[in-house]
Nanobody, 112 residues
Framework: QVQLVESGGGLVQAGGSLRLSCAAA??????MGWYRQAPGKQRELVAR??????NYADSVKGRFTVSRDNGKNTVYLQMNSLKAEDTAVYYC?????????WGQGTQVTVSS
């Protein structure tokens, strides 16, 4: 059974940092990454790893870094220089073949 377990969200002041973790169980995935959804907005891609390639949303480039520990089957999102507009529920995402999996979501709140 596939499981994605997220951790690391919380409340931080603007300019601060947080690191999100997503531990995957049940399968090795082709790609892993992070999406977020703010109140009243659609879920959007934040960052993802496809093999060794990375994709970032323009709004987070230079501030966020996605990485993966294959030995632990875990993906991380290091978030620096956080802004109020980064406030959202962050979801871990993993893909294998034609299947997509989601974590339960972790709240990130940035106070200005």
């Amino acid at each position: 059974q596939v499981q994605l377990v997220e951790s690391g969200g919380g409340l931080v002041q603007a300019g601060g940092s947080l690191r999100l973790s997503c531990a995957a169980a049940g399968r090795i995935f082709n790609s892993m990454g992070w999406y977020r959804q703010a109140p009243g907005k659609q879920r959007e891609l934040v960052a993802r790893l496809v093999g060794d390639a990375t994709n970032y949303a323009d709004s987070v480039k230079g501030r966020f870094t996605v990485s993966r520990d294959n030995g632990k089957n875990t993906v991380y999102l290091q978030m620096n220089s956080l802004k109020a507009e980064d406030t959202a529920v962050y979801y871990c995402n993993a893909n294998y073949m034609f299947s997509t999996y989601w974590g339960q979501g972790t709240q990130v709140t940035v106070s200005s």
